[in-house]
């Protein structure tokens, strides 16, 4: 029955398919930018902060948890 399973898993090519990994990947830089000019810079440091907030409330909110 695994065996089923895991053929069918691979018929459908579900791990090889990339579609959408660029984007995260740009979101992760731009995140790790965002943190590290943050983290040198005190002034930017409280608006990064809102922002991420900002982020965290967006997608709390999108997945229907509060």
């Known amino acids: ?5 895991l ?5 459908l090519k579900i791990w090889k398919d990339t579609r959408g990994q ?3 990947e740009y979101a992760l830089y ?3 930018i ?5 983290a ?3 002034e930017v ?4 902060c809102s922002i991420f907030s900002k982020i965290n409330s967006n997608m709390s909110t ?4 509060s």
Not at 1 to 5: C, E, L, Y
Not at 45 to 48: G, I, P
């Open 40 to 42: 040198v810079s005190p």
């Open 62 to 65: 999108a997945a229907g948890t």
């Open 1 to 5: 029955m695994a065996k089923r399973i």
């Open 22 to 24: 660029d984007m995260l």
């Open 34 to 38: 965002g943190t590290l000019y943050a």
């Open 45 to 48: 440091a409280t608006s990064v």
């Open 30 to 32: 731009v995140a790790a």
């Open 7 to 11: 053929n069918t898993i691979w018929r």
